[in-house]
């Protein structure tokens, strides 16, 4: 998630595993004929609070929100780009500023109502609008034109004159089909804010009329995409069902019942029951299933846009000292973390961009694990294992973060020599102790992208990013993320970012760790899944092909 409050939140989502989901080799049934029964019954693995596109913030949010609701375009399988959904075509200007989607004519909403430029205008006002405080405020506000302005102003004091501001966004509807965005400067990125389910039409007279609650009862949750909310049962499931008004080809799945499970253990049995066909596959489990013949024939694996890395407090001696973060570095086996603290449910990781998204870089190779060459990089320091004083604070409440203190401490003094302090501190000293640059190494820290563009990374280190806890600062880092954000030309951007990862990964402020793997478990006789990185559940990005084979 982005630079502020989301932080967090995004990362504890991905620690209960509540991520991404895909596969090379699922085992998936695959041919032309169909069950008679065309019901998917997909695991959330909590309680929505809410369904609002303008509110929804975790993956078992946005998970149903792709069934029911279209944006302007959506993300291709690959992550290679986007391509058409309730917008048929878009154009850019040669500055690349702004930008025209043209709405497709025969687009409708589950009631009928055709789906109008308007009511772009309307949700994604509503997403900068201050009194909303939407999730994903600034991701829109810093890209379209006023809007970083008017999400600054205060819901209270500035009351009066709120609405009038949001008319000032560079957010117009030329006609009813033809909705235009003007944006604050050149932004390559901005095509996949237009694909996050967050950037969803919305009716402005349903909002008008149910008020806050719209989008909580079947009834007045009014969609545009292939399928509509019928059924809301609190803690036990949401159903969905075909929206008969859709724009496109009609799907095979007639309802998709989303069953609300928030137990690892009592989801495999509801799987292996058949009760589930589709259910994440939590560490606790992975054990089992990967030694179940069975089951583990019907895994969907896939690396996740997810990285977790641990901080160094540059200014802190003897972390002043480049050659003493590199040795650490190269001191610590990914492949040996992996398993041991995520089960299997990850990939070693030494750069900074997650593998499956553009600007993945594998041959950064100064952080690779080489104990040989941490021992020199050690050496180069000037400074011999026991002249190495240093302590490791982490939180004393979250057993992900106590096995990676162990896991550090160990290959640190089995590897080089170097005997680490730990230091378990509560939640709130922690935090505050972090935030003062009162420590010398914490974590785990980490990523989740809002979207898969570089932009949404390496914000995280700039000098002036209050994210950037390891003080670490690189000027020509800044340069390079500066232009690169604003450049147009593909392939000079690529440059601009590679050289800043580069820099990032060599003078290793963090310590890049581990890359999430989803595990998910599919019934045999799901076909049609095409998967991809962005996916809450295997086939979330185009639910519509999905079907059930004869079984």
Not at 44 to 49: C, F
Not at 177 to 190: E, G, K
Not at 240 to 253: D, T
């Amino acid at each position: 998630m982005t630079p502020g409050s989301r932080f967090w939140r995004a990362i504890g989502a991905v620690i209960a595993i509540t991520t991404v989901a895909t596969a090379c080799d699922s085992g998936v049934t695959v041919g032309p004929k169909l069950a008679k029964d065309q019901v998917l019954r997909v695991q959330l693995e909590d309680q929505p609070a809410s369904l609002d596109p303008g509110q929804t913030q975790y993956t078992y949010e946005t998970a149903l929100l792709r069934a029911v609701a279209e944006p302007l375009l959506k993300p291709k399988a690959d992550l290679s780009g986007v391509e058409p959904a309730a917008a048929q075509s878009y154009e850019v200007n040669s500055s690349g500023t702004a930008y025209v989607f043209h709405l497709r004519t025969a687009a409708k909403y589950w009631d009928g109502t055709a789906v109008k430029a308007q009511d772009f205008v309307y949700a994604w006002q509503r997403l900068i609008d201050p009194r909303l405080a939407a999730p994903n405020e600034t991701l829109f506000a810093d890209a379209v034109l006023n809007g970083e302005k008017v999400s600054l102003m205060d819901p209270q004091r500035d009351k009066a004159t709120i609405d009038t501001a949001l008319k000032t966004l560079g957010l117009k509807s030329v006609d009813d089909f033809t909705f235009q965005v003007q944006l604050a400067h050149p932004d390559p990125a901005f095509i996949w804010l237009a694909a996050m389910p967050a950037s969803a039409p919305i009716r402005k007279d349903v909002v008008a009329t149910s008020g806050d609650k719209w989008a909580t009862a079947p009834e007045t949750f009014v969609t545009n995409g292939p399928y509509r909310v019928t059924e809301m049962v609190k803690n036990d499931h949401i159903r969905v069902e075909r929206n008969p008004n859709y724009w496109g080809p009609k799907p095979s799945l007639v309802r998709i019942d989303f069953m609300i499970v928030n137990d690892g253990a009592v989801a495999l049995t509801k799987y292996k029951n058949g009760e589930l066909d589709e259910m994440s596959v939590q560490p606790a489990q992975a054990s089992s299933v990967s030694s179940d013949s069975a089951l583990n024939r019907r895994l969907v694996k896939t690396p996740n846009l997810t990285v977790f890395w641990i901080v160094f407090r540059v200014n802190s001696p003897p972390l002043n000292n480049l050659r003493v973060r590199q040795a650490i570095s190269q001191a610590i086996d990914r492949n040996a973390f992996v398993a041991q603290v995520f089960e299997g449910e990850a990939a070693p990781a030494q750069t900074f961009i997650p593998k499956g998204m553009h600007g993945y870089s594998p041959n950064l190779t100064s952080q690779k694990f080489d104990v040989a060459q941490a021992r020199a990089s050690l050496a180069a320091s000037g400074l011999s294992a026991k002249q190495v004083s240093l302590t490791y604070a982490y939180d004393q409440s979250s057993d992900f973060a106590k096995a990676t203190a162990k896991f550090v401490h160990d290959q640190l003094k089995t590897n080089l020599g170097i005997e680490l302090n730990l230091q378990a501190l509560d939640p709130n000293t922690l935090s505050s102790r972090v935030e003062a640059g009162q420590f010398q190494i914490t974590g785990p820290r980490g990523w989740t992208a809002d979207y898969p563009d570089p932009a949404d990374w390496y914000d995280l280190f700039l000098t002036t990013s209050s994210n950037n806890i390891a003080f670490w600062q690189n000027p020509q880092y800044d340069n390079f993320v500066s232009v690169a954000r604003t450049d147009t030309q593909p392939t000079r951007r690529d440059q601009e970012y590679l050289q800043a990862q580069s820099m990032l990964v060599g003078e290793a402020p963090v310590v890049f760790l581990a890359q999430t793997v989803t595990w998910y478990l599919v019934q045999p006789y799901v076909r049609g899944l095409v998967n991809s990185p962005v996916d809450e559940w295997p086939g979330a990005l185009a639910p519509a092909g999905l079907s059930i084979a004869p079984h």
